[in-house]
């Protein structure tokens, strides 16, 4: 990898940090991003905190598809970004626009990275502490104005009553002068005190009145000050029932910092919860939605959909063992399948559809009632039937797919033919296949060969765990070295290699046992 010279003086200059007060202040604008590359990657926190306490621009982005050779953040990074992002809210920074999608990497990795909970834990922490410092500081501004207001107020009253002290001794003159001139309707002492009184008291009810409206003006200005947003977060959520209480509150927080979710993971959540979190999101900004591990069930998922279509943008949809059965047969089972249909044929905007152990054979034309065709589709475990194979090979969505995995899906006989006719509708688009575990053996995979070899786009190749003898495998990679674009392959050990005592047509399960 080759580094421009910017970047090796920006790795120099943030090397010391004892020597940022000096050139911080002077550092021009367009240098800040290179400043806070360097950063990052020589595991520089403190001087990730001050770049981005001081960020010049109205956007940073943050994670996304990282370059060639370059590590992921380490966590105390991430920590003093967020940490910098919260003190430049009490600076006004001109940032306006946080993005930090597909920062979250693997726990445990290497350098440290932040994993998915991790960060997202982090993010809601940061976003409900926010609003507190706002709070906080909303109040002190209070109560400062209130001070001010009874200073002013107690200046006003002395003014007052030395005026009405210099008016008194100016009526007592002019009755001293009006009874020496001989005045026909004298005023008593009396009288006069009353008189002066009345005005005081009256003047007092309208400094009272003009004080109490004056006096919720601060704080309706400490509620609006409070729910104005200065900083959009825009991040992908993980969210499992350990962290769900803090993501629930940190999207319902009104404060300077806005939290907007792009794509969202769950794990072992009710679908009651799902619902909640989903009508805490904003609408515009959520992409796509994996959920995983969640006792859903048909019911539930046709229940989740109608609140799906209501995000216009949202464009993947995975879900991964959701106890989606319908082996058994069961009452109102067509009423439930009528209502997932119609769900799914209102996400509108679906380009991405992954299903995983959903034990929904039969069931294919139902979940795939898309008005627009897939370009990833994703069905591994899912007990196709010959009938769902060759409906997948005849819809629209065969001749528009990059992606297609049917791992551990039984393919025999029947089914060959229905996967010949999807491969070459999909010619000219598929990019990325996988085969996996499927039980095709030497004579099967003999008959998708000349199939695969025109299939001209294909980059990746995957038949791992498949029953195939070195002879088979000996056709498959001089068939693979003829595709012009294929730069992966995966293939399994032939059936040579493994010990005594592997049955004669093994299933994926036997082949990685033996």
């Not at 400490?222 to 900083?231: G, H, I, N, P, Y």
């Not at 859903?296 to 059965?325: K, Q």
């Not at 791992?464 to 595709?483: D, F, H, K, Y």
Request: positive net charge; contains cysteine.
């Amino acid at each position: 990898m080759v580094h421009s010279l910017v970047s090796i003086c920006a790795k120099e200059v943030v090397s010391d940090h004892s020597s940022s007060p000096t050139w911080l202040r002077w550092v021009p604008r367009e240098l800040y991003g290179p400043l806070l590359e360097a950063s990052f990657a020589c595991c520089r926190p403190l001087a990730v905190g001050e770049l981005v306490q001081r960020w010049p621009e109205r956007t940073l982005r943050i994670g996304g598809r990282s370059k060639a050779g370059q590590t992921a953040p380490s966590r105390l990074c991430i920590q003093a970004l967020l940490l910098g992002v919260v003190r430049g809210l009490t600076d006004r920074s001109a940032l306006q626009i946080l993005d930090i999608s597909g920062l979250q990497k693997d726990e445990g990795g290497i350098g440290e990275p932040m994993g998915g909970w991790s960060l997202t834990v982090a993010l809601c922490t940061m976003v409900v502490q926010a609003k507190a410092g706002a709070q906080r500081a909303q109040r002190k501004e209070g109560d400062r104005e209130r001070k001010r207001f009874s200073a002013l107020e107690r200046e006003r009253d002395l003014k007052r009553e030395r005026g009405q002290r210099i008016e008194s001794r100016a009526l007592q003159d002019d009755e001293t002068c009006g009874e020496k001139a001989g005045s026909k309707g004298p005023i008593s002492e009396q009288d006069l005190i009353k008189g002066v009184r009345r005005r005081m008291e009256m003047e007092r009810k309208r400094g009272i009145v003009a004080t109490g409206s004056g006096g919720s003006k601060p704080e309706t200005e400490e509620k609006e000050a409070c729910c104005e947003v200065l900083v959009h977060v825009r991040a992908d959520l993980f969210v499992n029932a350990r962290s769900w209480d803090r993501v629930r509150s940190a999207l319902s927080a009104a404060g300077p910092l806005k939290l907007q979710c792009r794509y969202l993971r769950v794990e072992e959540i009710s679908v009651s919860s799902i619902r909640t979190l989903l009508n805490l999101l904003p609408r515009r900004a959520l992409l796509g939605i994996d959920i995983r591990y969640s006792f859903l069930g048909v019911a539930g998922l046709a229940e989740l959909l109608p609140l799906l279509s209501t995000f216009p943008e949202l464009n993947s949809l995975r879900l991964h063992y959701c106890n989606l059965d319908i082996r058994r047969e069961s009452f109102g089972q067509e009423e439930v399948l009528r209502n997932l249909s119609q769900g799914l044929a209102n996400l509108q905007e679906l380009r991405q559809l992954s299903l995983t152990t959903l034990r929904l054979p039969g069931q294919l034309r139902v979940l795939l009632s898309l008005p627009q065709p897939l370009e990833v589709l994703e069905l591994p475990y899912l007990s196709l039937s010959p009938a769902d194979l060759a409906y997948l090979s005849c819809s629209h969505h065969a001749s528009s797919l990059l992606q297609l995995d049917l791992s551990d899906n039984c393919l025999d006989e029947t089914t060959v033919p229905s996967i010949r006719r999807l491969l070459s509708q999909a010619s000219s688009s598929l990019q990325h296949l996988s085969l996996s575990g499927c039980g095709l053996t030497d004579g099967l995979l003999s008959r998708l060969l000349p199939t695969l070899a025109g299939c001209w786009a294909l980059k990746s190749l995957a038949l791992a765990l498949n029953p195939l003898s070195l002879a088979g495998l000996i056709a498959l990679v001089q068939t693979a070295a003829r595709m012009p674009c294929l730069r992966q392959l995966l293939y399994p050990n032939p059936l040579e290699d493994y010990q005594p005592g592997l049955p004669d047509l093994p299933s994926s399960a036997q082949l990685l046992e033996w």
